[in-house]
């Protein structure tokens, strides 16, 4: 059977392993270094662990947002171009058969 020493000693080892005696001393160390210490200490822990990644997903979700926005721009200009280019080949095909026309009424018209 373990000695109560080497349950605390398991469980400090336990603590600093999964990461939480580094969180816990991080929040202690933000509230040691507020110049204006909240009313309530331990509405602050709280806030800090419950609140903790909330502003970087609100960050990461706008960030999509905006993204998806300028997808959405770039699908339609891609679109505007396709149409454009289209337009181009046309207007090249309409010039080409004016040039065409125009070749053959001077030739009628030296023939008459």
């Not at 349950?7 to 204006?36: A, D, T, W």
């Not at 806030?47 to 979700?61: C, I, P, Q, V």
Request: aromatic share 6%.
């Amino acid at each position: 059977m373990q000695s109560v020493d080497q349950k605390k000693e398991e469980f400090q080892r336990y603590l600093e392993v999964s990461g939480v005696l580094e969180s816990i001393v991080g929040v202690l160390v933000n509230l040691h270094e507020m110049p204006e210490k909240p009313r309530d200490a331990r509405q602050f822990i709280h806030d800090y662990f419950t609140n903790s990644g909330t502003g970087e997903r609100e960050a990461l979700l706008k960030e999509i947002d905006e993204l998806k926005r300028t997808v959405r721009c770039y699908g339609s200009l891609n679109a505007r171009t396709h149409v454009d280019m289209a337009s181009l080949a046309t207007f090249s095909q309409v010039k080409e058969k004016d040039e065409q026309i125009k070749d053959l009424r001077e030739l009628l018209e030296k023939r008459v």
